[in-house]
């Protein structure tokens, strides 16, 4: 079975079965992931290039481990220090460095539509590591994957998505795709942070009472707080973000009932999420990261030219 | 056969034969290059230090490439973060690297004659990656492979070198190199950008028209006009370059004949090269990156001790 | 054989048995590191991050040699450009990495304490790569491994630490290391920079006159006056400790007799240490970075997983 696409750009072109196909695939490799030996020859003698234009440590470390135990072999790209600062376009950039006959590229750009542009002028086969406040496919992904492992599936799953909605490309490629797998999704967060919009497009429901969402939910997906996404003060304080809608242990213990908590990470510990949530039996963060590596390895294979041949 | 040198200084110290021998071998690495598999086992569990003192992408990645695809290990050590900013001595930097055992050293620095310095205290093979003003051989090289496998033969091609000749190491290892393979030069671009000596050291022509120089050539090197090197003004404004020096579409057809058109990168599109002439049939842009490759697998593995084994 | 403890933090945790394995067995990846072919496969397929949070070149470069030359896959992270920038706490940043199933942890951190506070957090191996001003174990046992080389043993070698011992990991990690093995110890410098309690603590010989502390000694191991670890001026000025502190020639050549000299480096020619004092035969110098890789490759494979195996 392949992908229906040659890229994975967002969740918003892909099939059902694509995502279905990528989550068997990331659990046949997270089972890799537990033995011994964690390394398989899918990819040996492929380069993939990391291109990262935007900060990030977990998502370029979840990337290079992923490549390196398919046995690729990867380069890592970042702006500062690179020929960007001398005023180079970024088609230029990439032409260049697929010219010397890469294979795959890793993308991360801080402009919205970045790995669209490029994924129509060059051949090899682009996987968006997060493009403006547009999508974070892998991560949508490995949310679903760590989802399903503990709910079982994601068909009529109650799924909360608490915070930043405007700002967060983890929030738009999760809609998608929970709306493709048949989940039941509402958005919560200070109204001018979630845009009357992308609520009607997704036609998810809408909530601005923190203990109502979750009183609804099996899944709580917590969002960042991105303050360096923020142009305006879209909400007062800190202080004040985390009174109405961080979630702390006495308000999850008042519920009655044990919801699932998320987090994309890095997180702001007393700002979205206490400690005492983050750190708790009912938290799967660190499960999303573990899985995040399986879910990389799972893109990587379905869009190489080994599975494709 | 064998470089007649140890080290790759600049072309300035290689034969004719060293030359070919490198552009030969090149030519062999670039068919592994059309491959699926696009590696060989040639340089394995040799290690390789990427020293770079300055900015780069395209040339830290290209030799990055041709290390992992000779199966070299390698290290990549740029001077921002480094013990450099602790006021170490080149000498002692480069000692220590090499006191690990390092079988090989790419080193690029913004001091002209660096490589040259090291090479008479270390006893491991250097590859010189851009020194300063200059020499930059393996894009010398690059740009032979490029010419020879568009016009057949660098014998009696006719060459003109357009732009700031006086910044450019690119220039000063193509001038040795076209000299000693038999092309005819000629260097065109403002005055104040052609110092008179090395138009006399390297007995080449000096255009300070552009319409003539491309009227006489068969190929034109357009150099990136590099703000970053430049002290004083040299020329009035990127506008008027343009105006006097820069190559436009309409300029190219009322030639009446077909050249070819190279450049170094990165390119400042709309100063020395419009953006329809970079892409277009003429220009083997791409074609040079992906030469870049190839040409430095054949210098590592030339100067490295598994050839002369 | 196997060391009595999971992590290496610190020379302060290990038995005398474990530094004498740790030696022994760095002499035997030293022999390794003669040989044309360097590399040998004992971590093939283990998975290692090199997590600086400080900036190095050595140490970073020297451990990367070492894994790459145990056939590791190496990640590396560097506090700039990161997740850490974002205000994720430390536990987190690491918690995030250690889920991707990484093996061994490297780790350099500005504050003491660091990878203890780690170690009784995650299940991967540690090694200190030098944490504050507390320990530096990898660098005592190279220093310890090229006093052995030299004088056969360190069992009544006599040894004077010289310089800023108060801010000094490496002096710190020297003399925990050299009490075990029953080296004597001298510590020599200003009276600023040697705090009265270490001095007790480690039952050394305080002396403030560097000419009798040389008269003394076998080894002189001359330390980097690390200007950015001081907070308060301890000294007048570079100029006034070379006066009282530095080693030059005359200085050596007047003591009738052949001292050792050696310096952690990145060394700071003409104020610790002179230049014909640092390349002069006495200089064991290069002979310690190249016990670097060696010890690093012991300590690495001691604490594997596949050692225990």
Redesign the interface.
């Known amino acids: 079975m392949t992908l229906s696409t040659r890229h994975l750009l967002g969740i918003k072109d892909l099939t059902p079965q694509d995502i279905s196909l990528l989550l068997q695939t990331a659990q046949q490799f997270k089972e890799v992931?537990q033995r011994?030996?964690?390394?398989v020859p899918s990819l040996r003698?492929i380069?993939i290039?990391n291109l990262f234009f935007e900060?990030?440590?977990?998502t370029r470390?979840?990337f290079?481990?992923a490549e390196?135990?398919l046995s690729a072999?990867t380069?890592n790209?970042?702006a500062?220090?690179?020929?960007?600062?001398?005023?180079?376009?970024l088609l230029?950039?990439v032409?260049?460095?697929l010219?010397?006959?890469?294979d795959m590229v890793v993308m991360r750009h801080s402009a919205s539509g970045a790995p669209h542009f490029l994924a129509k002028h060059i051949p090899a086969a682009i996987i968006n590591a997060g493009d403006g406040i547009n999508e974070h496919p892998t991560q949508a992904l490995l949310d679903a994957l760590s989802m399903t492992e503990k709910h079982g599936s994601l068909e009529g799953l109650k799924v909360a998505i608490i915070g930043d909605i405007m700002h967060s490309r983890v929030a738009q490629s999760n809609l998608y795709l929970l709306g493709k797998m048949g989940a039941e999704v509402t958005v919560c967060g200070p109204p001018t942070l979630i845009p009357k919009h992308l609520a009607e497009a997704f036609n998810v429901r809408v909530e601005y009472n923190l203990r109502k969402a979750l009183e609804w939910c099996d899944v709580a997906n917590v969002l960042r707080i991105q303050l360096?996404r923020q142009n305006q003060v879209l909400f007062s304080t800190l202080r004040e973000y985390n009174l109405s809608y961080g979630i702390n242990r006495r308000l999850l213990d008042s519920l009655g009932k044990d919801i699932t908590i998320m987090h994309p990470?890095?997180?702001?510990?007393g700002v979205e999420l206490d400690s005492d949530v983050a750190d708790s039996g009912q938290s799967i963060i660190?499960?999303q990261?573990?899985n995040?590596?399986a879910v990389r390895m799972a893109a990587l294979y379905l869009l190489s030219?080994r599975q494709q041949a």
């Open positions: 992931l011994p030996i964690k390394k003698d380069t290039v900060n990030s440590t977990r470390i979840s290079e481990l390196k135990r072999d380069i790209f970042t500062s220090g690179s020929s960007v600062s001398k005023g180079e376009t230029d950039t032409n260049n460095i010219s010397m006959k890469v360096e990470g890095p997180i702001n510990r660190l499960q990261v573990e995040g590596v030219n």
